[in-house]
């Protein structure tokens, strides 16, 4: 049997959660003897056909082409992975669900003729079946690695499913919410970063989008009550992770 | 992908140029064997970030404009915050400058290596990218993925993450880095600043073409060191602008099938932004190391080939090890680690060096810190207008070579100047109609 054959395909992003893959120093050589890189065009020129055993896709769709694109890389492919907040939720690009697409064009370019692009960004999950999401903004890399590892094994990744605010918990960091009053989206943000932002006394921003059942509104409530304006409330749920249902109902 | 057809002029087709940031694409064509036609496309889907920063608070870019690039969030982070600071009229200096510096220092440090080894050098060795380098040298590839994990690990110390930083907040810092955490990185950079300056030796002593430009470079410069983080904007050609002179000179184009902006000085002339830009301009003001590595390397101020600009850029990851080396042997956490200012209404400046060149910000605020207007020039917008020059170059000069030596020859050209162009908007492809 040959070595198990791993795709990473690129949609409107940054790049930034595929160089999570380049940014695995220690263990990049290793995974290519034990992988086929057979696509990923920030590390080689090398290109193999599929049908591929796992397709890492990072970024969002914005245009007719990738989402037709996005069905194609589906069929060949046995399991789809999609990494990042644009791939799961639109990322920042998504703000132009909530705004006026001709408008954003003309505002930015002086020939908006020359510019294709649908009126919305959209997550992966919206076009095609997709296996697994990673969320993050940009993803975890020690996640990265183990849904990667966990696929090949067919075993269930272990990815936290709790919020950020147990991740402060377990650092023992002192809540920024309740002792500085601080804006965060802790209680509502999927844990995976590490609570960073709390660890540096700032209120979490939300890039690894919500958790399950998160009490978007319970945590609005709070925020004002603790004195942050209601517009910036509205404009820390309209970030990267906007184009979700538990976000986006905070703001419009 | 690739798709070559011959209709009467060959054509090559390279849908996707690997071993870029982002996406884009060329289209050469050649016709009776004479070059008729260069141009570089940036077709990355466009993002709208000019449009959605409008309406956004002050404190905001910073974490927004970082998502522009993964690879080079934090130069987008300090032209944002230069900009933001310099609409509110504060001036920040001393001891958070000097974070931002060494925050900066290890974004080139990552970004230089990345780009050095793992995405250019297989070029030189006719290799598809950096896992077959290893196989035939790995000791040169772990040295290089040392280095970038020191970069990202300085980063991290600093800025919280090496992708996407969290801790910078206009005005400074949320938190200062305590002296200690910083001196841990000490012995790693040490090493890795040897494995630098074999990292000039390396790579000085790779083939080049032989290619000389004459576009004007364009640049920060500054008195004290080699810019980074802060200076004004100079060119090879005698100008010498403050970002928002320069912003008001060059003109920005939009021309067909790209969703990137060109950028033209005085709508007229190319130029170029990036490290030969920089060395050019700046080749005094070198560290100590890295200024006897350059002479070391034969490698001289008035280098103008793109093809060693591979030097250029081990030179500047020297340049990055020796100043994060000094700044943490002199660091003293800023207290407070930020400048608390209440925004003003106007028109703000920001302009610094990202790894791959200039990088301008401009922010028009409201007496409530609200953003009226935005508009970012980044390096790869400008550069493109310099690339195709090259690409010009290289192709009249080998234009009797097999299609696809043509097109990796092609490839290099653009890889010279490490185009960025999620940074731009973003696709790199190759189609050469000869």
């Known amino acids: 049997m040959g070595k198990p054959k791993l795709a990473v395909w690129k949609f409107a992003s940054c790049d930034g959660c595929q160089l999570s893959i380049l940014d695995c120093e220690d263990e990049l050589l290793a ?48 399991t789809v992975i999609a990494i990042g907040a644009c791939a799961t939720a639109g990322g920042i690009q998504a703000l132009r669900n909530y705004a006026d697409v001709g408008e954003y064009i003309t505002a930015v370019y002086a020939h908006p003729e020359y510019i294709s ?17 990673l969320h993050g903004c940009p993803v975890n890399k020690e996640h990265l690695i183990e849904v990667i590892v966990a696929t090949l094994a067919q075993r269930k990744p272990r990815i ?70 209601d517009s910036k409330v509205k404009r820390m749920f309209k970030t990267f992770n906007a184009n979700t249902k538990e976000f986006e109902r905070e703001f419009s | 992908m690739k798709n070559i057809e011959e209709t009467g002029s060959r054509t090559i087709d390279v849908h996707g140029l690997a071993r870029v940031e982002g996406e884009g694409a060329l289209h050469v064509r050649i016709e009776s064997g004479e070059l ?35 690879i080079c969030p934090v130069a987008y982070q300090m032209s944002a915050c230069l900009a933001i ?32 080894f793992l995405l250019h050098a297989p070029d030189f060795f006719g290799l598809e990218d950096a896992v077959d380098l290893a196989k035939i040298d790995k000791n040169a590839v772990e040295r290089g993925l040392f280095m970038k994990k020191v970069g990202n690990k300085l980063m991290e110390v600093v800025g919280g993450r090496a992708i996407h930083p969290v801790n910078v907040k206009v005005g400074g810092f949320y938190s200062a880095p305590k002296k200690k955490e910083l001196e841990l990185l000490l012995d790693d950079l040490k ?8 990292a000039v030796d390396w790579v000085s002593k790779f083939e080049f073409p032989d290619v000389e430009t004459s576009y004007p470079l364009v640049a920060l410069i500054n008195e004290s060191n080699y810019p980074i983080e802060s200076g004004v904007i100079a060119s090879t050609s005698g100008l010498e602008l403050s970002p928002k002179e320069f912003l008001d000179t060059i003109v920005e184009s939009h021309v067909a099938r790209s969703s990137a902006l060109h950028a033209k000085l005085y709508d007229q002339d190319v130029y170029l932004t990036g490290p030969m830009a920089r060395f050019n301009l700046n080749y005094e003001r070198l560290t100590p190391m890295a200024k006897q590595a350059a002479i070391s390397s034969g490698i001289e101020a008035g280098c103008r080939n793109p093809f060693k600009t591979i030097i250029m850029r081990t030179i500047e990851t020297v340049v990055a090890f020796e100043e994060a080396i000094r700044l943490i ?10 400048i608390d200012f209440k925004p003003k209404a106007g028109m703000g400046y920001g302009a610094t060096e990202a790894p791959r060149g200039l990088i301008l910000h401009r922010y028009e605020l409201d007496s409530e810190g609200i953003i009226k207007q935005a508009q970012i020039v980044p390096p790869t917008s400008q550069n493109q207008a310099a690339i195709e020059e090259d690409l010009k170059k290289v192709v009249e000069a080998n234009i009797g070579l097999e299609l696809e030596d043509l097109t990796k020859y092609c490839e290099t050209a ?7 162009i999620s940074c731009s908007a973003h696709f790199l492809d190759v189609d050469i109609d000869s």
């Open chain 2, 191 to 198: 090493k890795s600043l040897d494995y630098a300056l074999w």
């Open chain 1, 117 to 133: 692009t649908l009126t919305t960004s959209r997550p992966i999950s919206d076009f095609i079946k997709v296996e697994l999401e």
């Open chain 2, 36 to 70: 008729q036609h260069v141009e570089l496309e940036i077709f990355e889907p466009p993002r709208f970030f000019e449009a959605f920063l409008r309406g956004r608070s002050f404190e905001e870019p910073p974490d927004i404009t970082a998502r522009i690039c993964g």
């Open chain 2, 329 to 338: 042997e002199n660091y003293t956490p800023p207290n407070p680690s930020y």
């Open chain 2, 414 to 420: 653009i890889r010279n100047h490490d185009p960025c």
């Open chain 1, 31 to 78: 995974i290519t003897e034990a992988i086929e890189v057979a696509n990923f065009a920030e590390m080689t020129r090398k290109t193999l056909d599929g049908p591929y055993d796992i397709s890492l896709v990072e970024g969002s769709i914005t245009t007719a082409e990738d989402a037709q694109r996005i069905v194609d890389i589906r069929k060949a492919s046995q």
């Open chain 1, 160 to 229: 936290p499913r709790f919020s950020v605010c147990e991740e402060c918990k377990m650092k023992g960091n002192t809540c920024v919410l309740v002792a500085d009053k601080l804006p965060c989206l802790g209680p509502v943000t999927s844990a995976g970063c590490g609570a960073l932002c709390p660890s540096i006394s700032r209120g979490c921003y939300g890039c690894f989008g919500p958790t399950e059942k998160a009490n978007t509104a319970s945590l609005s409530a709070q925020l004002r009550k603790n004195g942050t304006s």
């Open chain 2, 85 to 116: 600071e310099d609409a509110s009229g504060v001036e920040v200096s001393g001891e958070i400058q000097d974070l931002r510096r060494l925050l900066y220092c290890g974004e080139w440090i990552q970004s230089h290596v990345l780009h050095v």
